[in-house]
């Protein structure tokens, strides 16, 4: 483990605020099967090593609701990690369409974490050289209805994920903030935007999420 060991320490205090979180909307999802609220640990890829538990993850459809396309959230908590997936097969059996990082969405919570200072003017570039979890893919998964038990003794959906994560080299290039998002629309302001980045195949991390649907009941919060 690397860069995660940092967050373990504060997945706590956010699981405490986590019950308060709005359920989200999965009706007329085209992937209502995958959706919904997960209690899960984080562990090694031979599931012998667990780092933390009790975190919440979220899986849902996108804007477009298409078929086995999801996001998947944790609101960082952990990795942390906000991306789409492409996934063939169902929800009792998938994975990712794709391993090929040119073809990976990116990581939301990574690539919009831009670097500091602000630039000075815009056609300016910046290049962070360990930068971590910038793409993922799902190399397996599977939700199975009623096959685990919640903490507080429920029948629920189980969830197992081998998830792979890919760091590397991230480039940012600068552009002049609109007129009406300045503190003074009369002074220019320049933003950081993520452009490419450069896969480091030595900084690959693989982990499984292992645990069970959220059932909203007390005993389980």
Not at 148 to 161: E, K
């Amino acid at each position: 483990m690397k860069k995660i060991g940092l967050y373990i320490t504060l997945s706590s205090l956010i699981l405490i605020f986590s019950s308060c979180m709005k359920e989200l909307d999965s009706w007329n999802s085209e992937t209502f099967e995958y959706s919904g609220r997960f209690i899960y640990k984080l562990m090694s890829e031979d599931m012998q090593d667990t780092y933390a538990e009790g975190s919440e993850i979220q899986i849902y459809n996108t804007a477009d609701n298409v078929q086995n396309v999801i996001w998947l959230d944790d609101h960082e908590d952990m990795f942390p990690l906000k991306s789409k997936f492409q996934l063939t097969g169902d929800a009792t059996s998938f994975k990712s369409s794709s391993d090929d990082f040119a073809t990976l969405d990116n990581n939301i919570y990574s690539t919009e974490d831009l670097p500091s200072p602000a630039p000075t003017a815009t056609g300016q570039t910046v290049t962070e050289d360990e930068k971590w979890y910038i793409k993922a893919t799902l190399l397996e998964g599977k939700i199975i209805p009623g096959a685990a038990t919640s903490v507080g003794g429920n029948v629920s959906d189980s969830l197992y994920i081998k998830i792979k994560l890919y760091s590397g080299t991230a480039t940012y290039t600068s552009y002049e903030i609109a007129e009406a998002l300045r503190a003074d629309p009369k002074v220019p302001e320049f933003r950081w935007r993520f452009t490419s980045a450069t896969h480091d195949p030595s900084m690959d991390e693989v982990y499984v999420i292992g645990g069970y649907r959220y059932t909203g009941m007390p005993e389980d919060n």
